[in-house]
């Protein structure tokens, strides 16, 4: 880079400043320099600015964030962090954009009909029916979404700096592979309507599983080795473990949330409400029902559960009383 464009870069905030919220230093930071720029453009005739010449944007910071932005721990080495990023935005894609369209997708093809409507359906009878593959959909993303909110709860405490997030983070992908293919007659139902007339959300999901089994598996793997972090005084201070708080804040800056008395007791009963939720899978439902995701569950559990509301909006077919 030429000595002309060095200084341009020197105004750069960091992301992880106090009293500047994170939206304003994406626009602080380059327009700052993007003023620095014109001025020199101004005084300077005979110099060509080059791709490499131009200072980071605020798209840049969002795309690359790694590459641009100064580490929390400026000790951390660059392949951790870079590692810590790349696994991250794999998250984000494979396990928060591409489940928000799969179950979109299967909640508008489950829409309820009526006197108007027939499209979408197949006639059983004389009664429309929606077809069965995109029901194990729905019933496989409401299984996925209640077992990766523990992400989520991973994120509040990464926020937080508590060390526990290392836990809960290999836990919560550990829990994403187990919900996709805990229930094996779901599994069979997906392989058997693979032609039904609406396979092809059967073969995005297929096609999106098997990579989200991929990307969890794999996660779970890169974060063995940090699980140390449990045992640091501080999250930040360690180099070591340091890079793991950068992505949860850097996001949880885009939309303005950050550490709070609040944020703390939301993350607390979430967790408390988790573990109970999974204690009493463990202990009653799956010695119940064993791998049955069609199996009747107890009336007093559908009420509050995301699969008792998609039974009473028609979405859903009751559970087998068998």
Do not use: H
Not at 1 to 17: D, E, H, K, N, V
């Amino acid at each position: 880079m030429r000595p002309a464009f060095l200084s341009l870069l020197q105004p750069m905030i960091s992301p992880f400043s106090s009293g500047v919220s994170l939206g304003d230093r994406l626009s602080i930071g380059p327009s700052i320099r993007t003023t620095a720029f014109l001025e020199t453009a101004a005084t300077t005739t005979t110099t060509i600015a080059t791709v490499n010449d131009i200072p980071a944007s605020a798209l840049d910071i969002l795309l690359s964030p790694e590459t641009v932005l100064p580490p929390i721990n400026a000790v951390s080495e660059q392949w951790v962090r870079s590692l810590v990023w790349l696994d991250f935005k794999v998250a984000v894609t494979f396990f928060v954009v591409a489940p928000l369209i799969l179950l979109s997708w299967a909640v508008v093809i489950r829409i309820p009909p009526n006197d108007s409507t027939t499209d979408n359906k197949i006639v059983k009878g004389d009664s429309l029916v929606s077809p069965p593959i995109s029901e194990t959909i729905l019933r496989y993303m409401t299984s996925y979404w209640q077992a990766s909110s523990l992400l989520l709860l991973t994120l509040f405490l990464d926020i937080q700096e508590e060390t526990a997030c290392v836990v809960c983070g290999l836990l919560a992908q550990a829990m994403i592979v187990a919900s996709l293919w805990w229930w094996e007659d779901l599994n069979e139902e997906l392989m058997e309507n693979s032609d039904s007339n609406d396979a092809s959300i059967g073969k995005v999901f297929v096609l999106w599983r098997n990579m989200a089994t991929l990307a969890a598996s794999t996660g779970v793997i890169i974060q063995v080795p940090f699980q140390t972090c449990i045992g640091a005084s501080s999250l930040i201070e360690s180099s070591w473990c340091a890079p793991w708080v950068e992505p949860p804040k850097f996001a949880a800056g885009l939309i303005g949330i950050s550490a709070s008395p609040t944020l703390e007791l939301l993350t607390l009963g979430g967790l408390a409400l988790y573990t109970l939720v999974l204690v009493y899978y463990v202990i009653v439902l799956i010695p119940s029902v064993g791998r049955s995701g069609r199996a009747a569950r107890p009336k007093a559990m559908n009420v509050a559960t995301p699969i008792g509301v998609w039974q009473r909006m028609g979405f859903l077919e009751d559970q087998n009383s068998e």
